[in-house]
Structure formats: structure tokens, C-alpha cells
């Protein structure tokens, strides 16, 4: 079995009952929807290339779930994206659409959680299954430097997923820990709950970058 059979759920995943019974129900009422674990995006360059894995949450439902590409369709990739942009993360223009030629550059996304959860909510449970293909995800990258965590949920999983405590690796926006070999970047979710409601400003997100992009020069 190849690293990207294992590091990638099939689209019809039966791990986690609620996940899979909520997107059967997305299926029947949109079917043309991309309805199913999201996959890791990758840059074109190839899994050598990846430095800095970014991991969220879950795809949104209008989002990630509907298009096919973590963070797009949805506010959250519109910071997300203009700062790759901006730090050299990613190229060409994002415009939320899966076609839109945006290239990420040493980078790969992926989410803690692969399947939409209702209300944006996965269970305990269903963290622990998806960890399943975090852990290869995050293996199957062989000069991995950094990994950044967007919210305490990603930041929990990634850390049991590195083989740490999470008491050990408590989550904090712009905290960056030596983990499992690599360093532990962390930041509040680019959701638009955070931004609207202050917990995560621009340049607080943008200040997370600035550090992966010093620390990645090293
Ligand atoms: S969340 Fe992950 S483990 Fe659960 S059904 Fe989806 S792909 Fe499978």
C-alpha cells in the first residue's frame, strides 16, 4: 500500500456513521456537490516539496464540502489564501473555485476532520478516527520542517497525532513548539466567527506567517 492510499480516506469512508449518513443526506440534496472526504491539496512540485503543513478543522459545508478543496467556497480560504499569497506559500490568484489555478508552493492542506460535520461540530470520536490519515499525512512528507495548526481542535489532534501529550502542548495563537521532529506552528481559526468577532485580527494571522516563513529560512 502507497503512503497516498493510506494518507487519503475514500470517498465513501464508512469510519465515522454520523459523518457518513450526513453526507449521504448532502448527496441526495446536492448532488452535485463534491460530498466526501476532502483530499489533501498539494502543490505540483510533489510531496518532496512540502515544507509547511497547514491543518484545519473540518471542511464547511458550503465550503471545502461542496467544492473539493479544503478552504474553498467559503470565507475562511479569502485570509487564508491572500496570505499564502503574500508570504510566497501559494500562487496565482484565488477566486474559491477549484479551477482557478491557485498553486501552493511547499505547502499542503489538509483537516483534522475529512468529512463536513454538522454545525461545524465533530465529535471526540470522530477527531480520534480521521487521526487515522493525519498521521500518515503528516508522515508521508519526507522534508516536512513545520506544521501549522489553526485552531485548539487541529492543534490537539496534530499534537496526539506527533505522538505528543496535549498537556504538554497546550494550544495558544502564535505558540510554536518542537514536536515529533518537526516544529508545532498554532493560530486561532481563520473562520469568519473569529475575524468578525475580533478573536483573530489580520495581523495576528499575518504575524503567524511571518514567523513559519523566518523560521522555515533557517
Ligand atoms: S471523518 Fe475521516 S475517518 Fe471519519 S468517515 Fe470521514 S474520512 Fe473517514
Request: with cysteine.
Amino acid at each position: 500500500m502507497t503512503a497516498l492510499s493510506i494518507s487519503e480516506p475514500g470517498r465513501d469512508c464508512p469510519l465515522c456513521p454520523r459523518l457518513h449518513d450526513f453526507i449521504a443526506e448532502w448527496r441526495q440534496r446536492e448532488p452535485s456537490w463534491f460530498n466526501a472526504p476532502v483530499p489533501t491539496f498539494l502543490p505540483p512540485d510533489g510531496d518532496d516539496a512540502v515544507r509547511l503543513l497547514i491543518v484545519g478543522l473540518a471542511p464547511g459545508l458550503r465550503g471545502a464540502n461542496r467544492t473539493g478543496r479544503p478552504f474553498t467556497g467559503d470565507y475562511a480560504g479569502d485570509l487564508l489564501y491572500s496570505t499564502l499569497i503574500s508570504h510566497g506559500f501559494a500562487r496565482g490568484e484565488f477566486k474559491a473555485r477549484p479551477d482557478d489555478g491557485l498553486e501552493l508552493v511547499g505547502t499542503a492542506i489538509t483537516n483534522a476532520v475529512r468529512c463536513v460535520p454538522p454545525e461545524n461540530k465533530p465529535v471526540g470520536a470522530e477527531i480520534a478516527t480521521c487521526r487515522t490519515f493525519l498521521v500518515p499525512t503528516i508522515a508521508r512528507f519526507p522534508n516536512l520542517r513545520a506544521v501549522l495548526a489553526l485552531g485548539s481542535i487541529a492543534h490537539q489532534s496534530t499534537v496526539r497525532a506527533l505522538g505528543g501529550r496535549v498537556a504538554a502542548y497546550p494550544f495558544k495563537h502564535g505558540g510554536q513548539l518542537p514536536a515529533g521532529g518537526i516544529t508545532l506552528f498554532s493560530s486561532y481559526h481563520c473562520s469568519r466567527y473569529n475575524t468578525n468577532t475580533g478573536v483573530l485580527t489580520e495581523a495576528m494571522f499575518v504575524s503567524v506567517f511571518r514567523e513559519i516563513a523566518a523560521f522555515l529560512r533557517k
